[in-house]
Each structure stands twice: as C-alpha cells, then as structure tokens.
C-alpha cells in the first residue's frame, strides 16, 4: 500500500470524510465509525508512518493528543474511564486509539462495534469538538533516570523492638 492509498492519510487531506473533533498542526482526531462503545477515537499524526521507531518525535506527540481527546471524551461524555491501545494491525499509519469505557460498554476487540446512526455520531462529535482541555502537551524534554531502590532496614516502632528483644531472650 502506497501512502496515497492510505485512508487514514485520506482522512488528513479530507479526501475521505469523517467527524473530527480534535486537530492541530501534528494531528487529526476522529471517531471510529464502527465503535466498540460511544465516543470511541482514532488519533493519527498528519504525517504517514507506520511503527513508532520511523518517527519517534511525532509518535510521542501523538500520544500527548490521546491524553487531549481523552480529557475531551471523559469531560464531554462522562464515560467510567477510557482506553487506550495502540495496535499496529490493519492499517499501515500510526495511530491510537481512545475508547471511553461504560458500564454497559465495554470496549474489547472481540466485541462487535456498538449500534449508532449518524445523527448521533454527530451529536457526539459536535459536544466532544467543542470541550476545552488546558493541558497542550508535554514541552520540556524529558531525561531517562532510574533511581535504585534504597536497601535501608524500615524503622520499626520501639514497642516492636522491646517486643522481638523480649522474645529473643525468651527462645535464648
Ligand atoms: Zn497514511
């Protein structure tokens, strides 16, 4: 598959239509048409790639925008929780998807995509486009530092010290 057959790179260009209710200069969030629970999303850089190692700036910044429509999708549609998986199948763009989670929809693969119309995808679309987040995403770089564990003895309280003493003059 070239990129120009690509539907998610069809959906960037708008060659292909589709509800979105999130973009910037990196991205293009929309929703899936054959959800597994309402609301569910499809987050996609504008730029075609395929695993995160081609592009792992733009990767990262993809999953800043997940956390974005999710903090959409949670104050817009007040789901339990949301989801999120990134699964590398089917279609060749990079993307993740944001599944909020209800107690009567739960959003697992083998379950079959949940009864909608357009009118509610729509309806979806135009409450969820419209929530503000504040949070615009990680700026600052951040540095790999992995603290070891410190192996110190944890206090014990002193009634459990004259308690063990105790003991131990008692066995002794
Ligand atoms: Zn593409």
């Given at each position: ?59 990262s910044k993809i999953f800043?925008?997940?956390l974005i429509v999710a ?42 995509p949940i009864e909608t ?56």
């Amino acid at each position: 598959m070239t990129n120009g057959e690509c539907i998610f790179c069809k959906i960037v260009k708008r060659d292909i239509p589709s509800l979105i209710i999130y973009e910037d200069e990196d991205s293009v969030a929309f929703l899936d048409i054959n959800a597994r629970s309402k609301g569910m999303t499809i987050v996609v850089p504008k730029q075609h790639f395929t695993t995160f190692e081609e592009n792992r700036e733009l990767a990262s910044k993809i999953f800043d925008k997940a956390l974005i429509v999710a903090e959409k999708l949670k104050k817009g549609l007040n789901p339990i929780t949301v989801f999120f998986s990134v699964i590398p199948a089917q279609i060749p763009h990079f993307h993740i998807r944001v599944y909020p989670v209800y107690r009567d929809q739960i959003p697992l693969m083998e379950n079959k995509p949940i009864e909608t119309s357009e009118e509610e995808l729509n309806d979806v679309a135009r409450r969820v486009r419209t929530i503000p987040v504040e949070w615009k995403g990680r700026k600052e770089e951040v540095e790999e530092k992995v603290t070891e564990e410190k192996k110190e003895k944890p206090r014990v309280k002193d009634e459990e010290d004259v308690f063990w003493a105790k003991r131990g003059m008692d066995i002794a």
